[in-house]
């Protein structure tokens, strides 16, 4: 059984970091784009940032742009998501994503096959 497994939220202060991680079980993913997307009450699920299966690129919402890094190892087992200078719209359930094999990096949530169950994230101002 595939699984994706975010860890890492909690309740924060504006301006703080935070760093979730996103362990895969079941098979890696060293071939497949990874990404984070969040869902905050009442809206849609969005993206927030993703990392091409090598590594070499990345991509963020405007957003979360010099707040938030991303990083994988190789193996594509783990998936990262440093958070810093929170803000209280940063407030959502982040869920880690993985695509489909080779595929680029997509902000659209169809493209992705592979979701993990959610991780909290609460930002008080």
């Known amino acids: 059984q595939v699984r994706l497994v975010e860890s890492g939220g909690g309740l924060v202060q504006a301006w703080a970091s935070l760093r979730l991680s996103c362990a895969a079980s079941g098979r890696t993913f060293s071939n497949y784009p990874m990404g984070w997307f969040r869902q905050a009450p009442g809206k849609d699920r969005e993206f927030v940032t993703g990392i091409t299966w090598s590594g070499g690129r990345t991509s963020y919402a405007d957003s979360v742009k010099g707040r938030f890094t991303i990083s994988r190892d190789i193996a594509g087992i783990t998936l990262s998501l440093q958070m810093s200078s929170l803000k209280p719209e940063d407030t959502a359930i982040y869920y880690c994503?993985?695509?489909?094999?080779?595929?680029?990096?997509?902000?659209?949530?169809?493209?992705?096959?592979?979701w993990g169950q959610g991780t909290q994230v609460t930002v008080s101002s």
């Open positions: 994503a993985a695509g489909r094999r080779y595929s680029d990096i997509y902000e659209d949530t169809a493209r992705w096959d592979y």
